[in-house]
């Protein structure tokens, strides 16, 4: 038989599109409009009037929809429904993206022939000379001091897999825009259209000194472990791969949180199950280790078991893991994994996959959890730009635990009483995520 199950939609519609109207000019038009679409499950955001004629007016109406189908269903239900004619349709996330999202620009005027002498030819030569005498000014004297190269080569992109470099960049280009918004920093996304991990790890290798940091992005695993070991060996400068080390960073401030919403602040003596040890999964596991939690891992892969059991943690099933933790979390990309009957009265859970976790909050609580969240909060655009910040205002060679620990427990700090962590656009997270592991990296 067909599936006559409707296709799995998010939480809340979240594809946001512009829909140009004109409607006649009487009364309940609008509303009549407005009614269709919020009972077909569509959010109604702005309206503007346009114009206003005789017999009709223009609106725009923004609507937030769950996808392309959705939209056309809508679309199909205003034609067939109303006396309301769509004259236009825009995608606001196309329309936010066209001519990119960065430039790069001068910090200094160029004005008259003497500016010329001064920062290009001839003067510029006795710059170039001073960094060869001693390659250390050229953190005063270049951009390089703050400036991070984004890397990836597009082989596991968001949810969308291997999509290639190429169709990667957008995604490359907005963390360069959340560094210059969040910290000042100058980012610039290289895309590498390579696969081979040794290839790779040389591409970046023989462009890192235009950068004072290394940002890895959406590389698949099992390459992302070797290719950021690899990388750190090799450069002088941080690398970190935000996939595993961001998000790990950001989780770890989710659990602080947790424990504290729970009356348990400052008690690392709990066991923390990771359900799902990828490399956001395994860097989270290791991370919580290194901040002085017992682990346990799940995972159907011997090689990712194995990973884990050498950094110090457990391996077990699902269920033995479940009934033994203390905060349970889940980064598996699998609806439902979690089932009600796993849950353990007075546990923390925290099923992060987006758009739907492996079990709902509701649920979780109404099992016996004693606080429970979803994935929707746990943003790595709060840890990454302050992260990076920090090693490079005090020229650290590395991206430590003790710095991301640090970071978290900043992050943690400024969470309101009912959520995990803050908003990455709270006035404070990111000059004191800064200030804290700019503390860590001196100690």
Excluded at 28 to 44: K, Q
């Amino acid at each position: 038989m067909p599936d006559s199950h409707p296709p799995l939609r998010s939480a809340l519609p979240e594809y946001d599109v512009v829909l140009t109207v004109r409607n006649p000019q009487r009364p309940g038009m609008i509303g009549r409009l407005l009614g269709l679409v919020g009972d077909l499950g569509a959010l109604v955001g702005d309206i503007e009037t346009r114009y206003i004629g005789r017999d009709h007016f223009l609106r725009d109406v923004t609507l937030s929809v769950f996808d392309e189908s959705h939209l056309a269903e809508v679309l199909a239900a205003i034609r067939e429904q109303t006396d309301t004619e769509v004259l236009d349709v825009k995608d606001l996330v196309f329309e936010r993206h066209v001519g990119g999202k960065i430039r790069v620009v001068s910090t200094t005027e160029v004005e008259r022939l003497e500016d010329l002498r001064y920062i290009y030819t001839p003067g510029v030569a006795r710059v170039c000379r001073a960094i060869e005498a001693d390659p250390g000014r050229a953190r005063e004297f270049t951009a390089v001091g703050h400036t991070v190269g984004i890397f990836t080569n597009g082989t596991r992109v968001l949810g969308l897999g291997n999509i290639g470099a190429l169709a990667s960049l957008p995604v490359m280009e907005g963390k360069a825009v959340l560094y210059d918004r969040f910290v000042g920093l100058s980012a610039v996304p290289i895309v590498i259209d390579e696969e081979d991990p040794e290839a790779f790890v040389e591409t970046v290798v023989r462009v890192a000194p235009s950068f004072g940091g290394i940002h890895l992005e959406d590389i698949q695993t099992p390459d992302c472990f070797w290719i950021e070991e690899e990388l750190i060996r090799r450069l002088p400068q941080p690398v970190m791969h935000d996939d595993q080390h961001g998000t790990a960073t950001v989780l770890l401030a989710a659990v602080l949180s947790a424990l504290r919403h729970t009356g348990r602040e400052g008690d690392r003596d709990l066991t923390c199950a990771q359900v799902g040890l990828g490399a956001a999964g395994l860097a989270i596991a290791t991370l919580l280790l290194e901040a002085g939690f017992r682990v346990i891992g799940v995972d159907p892969g011997e090689d990712a078991r194995q990973r884990l059991e050498a950094r110090g943690g457990r391996t077990a099933s699902l269920e033995d893991a479940a009934a033994e933790a203390d905060v349970l979390i889940a980064t598996t990309g699998v609806v439902g994994l979690i089932t009600p009957a796993l849950i353990r009265p007075g546990q923390i859970v925290l099923a992060l996959s987006n758009p739907n976790p492996e079990i709902t909050p509701e649920a979780a609580l109404a099992a016996g959890a004693a606080f429970s969240a979803d994935g929707r909060s746990v943003n790595n655009a709060l840890a990454f730009p302050g992260l990076f910040k920090a090693a490079l205002d005090v020229g650290a060679p590395a991206i430590t635990s003790r710095m991301k620990i640090a970071a978290a427990e900043a992050i943690s700090a400024l969470a309101p009483a009912d959520e995990l962590v803050p908003s990455p656009f709270h006035p404070d997270v990111h000059t004191r995520v800064v200030e804290a592991v700019t503390r860590a990296a001196s100690v």
